[in-house]
C-alpha cells in the first residue's frame, strides 16, 4: 500500500474534517473509515460543473484538497478520490489507487483509466477495503475487497467478483458496474482519462450537467434546471426558474457558490472527428 504520499498538515486534516462533518477520528480503523465514506457521500457533491464553467483540473492533492477543502466544491471520481486518498493517508490508513473500466449501458466497458477507485488498508487489519467516494449513486460503506459473496449496503447488495487477467468485477443488485485492474497507481496516470472526459463529445460528462449528494432520506441531484429529489423511495422532479433560482439551488442544497449559472458547453470545433465523431 501507498503511505508514502504527501504527509497532510494537521490543520489541513482538520479542515477536511469539518467539511465533512467528522470530528477527530480516534485512529485509522474499519469503523472510522465507514463514517468517513459516509459522510464525504453526504457532505460533499458528485459534479462535472468545472467542465461546463472552463476551470481546469489538475490531479495533484494541493489542488484538489484547495478545490473540495478550500472552495468547499465537488467533482468527479478523480478529484473527489484523489482529494479522499490524501485525506486517508493523512489519517494513517495504507492507501493505493486502482484505475477501473465502467460498464455502460449496452453492457461493454468504457476506456482505461475510465475511473478511480481506492484500496484501503487500516490498522486493524481488517481489510482490505475498497473504497469509493466518487461514482455518484453507489454503496454507503467501503466493501470487503476479498469477500466474494453479497455484501449488504443501504444502496443494494454488492458483490465483488473474479474477472478475466486477475480483474475484479464490481456489481450492484446483479449489475455489473466497473472492473477493476488491481495494480497499483499513481494520480497522474489518470491524467489521459480525465482529459477524455473534461473534452470528448463521446463522454457523458461534456454531455450534460450533473450535481448530486447523498442525504439522510435519498438523494438530490441538480441536472441543468432540474431538481430531483429522492426521499424514502419517492421521486419527485422541479424545473427551476430563473438563474438566481439555480444559483440558490446549489448553495442551498450542494453548499457550492457560483457567480453564474453553468451551461452546458458545445464540443470544440473538430472534436467530433478527432474522437470518431462524426
Known sequence: MDTASQSLPAETVDAYLRRIGVEGPAGADSETLRE?????????????????LGENLVLEDKPLLDKVVGARRGGFCYELNGAFAALLRGLGFGVTLFQARVYKGDGQLGIPYDHLSLCVETADGTGPWLADVGFGDHCHY??????????????????????????????????????????????????AGAWYHRTSPASHFTQKLVCSRLTDEGRITLSGRRLVTTAHGERTERELGGDAEVLSAYRDHFGVELDRVPEVRKPRAGDAAQYGGE
Open 36 to 52: 468517513l465514506q459516509q459522510r464525504h457521500l453526504l457532505s460533499v457533491p458528485f459534479e462535472n460543473l468545472s467542465i461546463h
Open 142 to 191: 467501503p466493501l470487503l475487497l476479498e469477500e466474494r459473496g453479497d455484501q449488504s449496503d443501504p444502496a443494494g447488495t454488492f458483490r465483488i467478483a473474479e474477472a478475466p487477467y486477475g480483474d475484479l468485477d464490481v456489481l450492484r443488485d446483479g449489475k455489473p458496474q466497473f472492473r477493476l485492474d488491481r495494480r497499483p497507481r499513481q494520480l497522474a496516470d489518470f491524467e
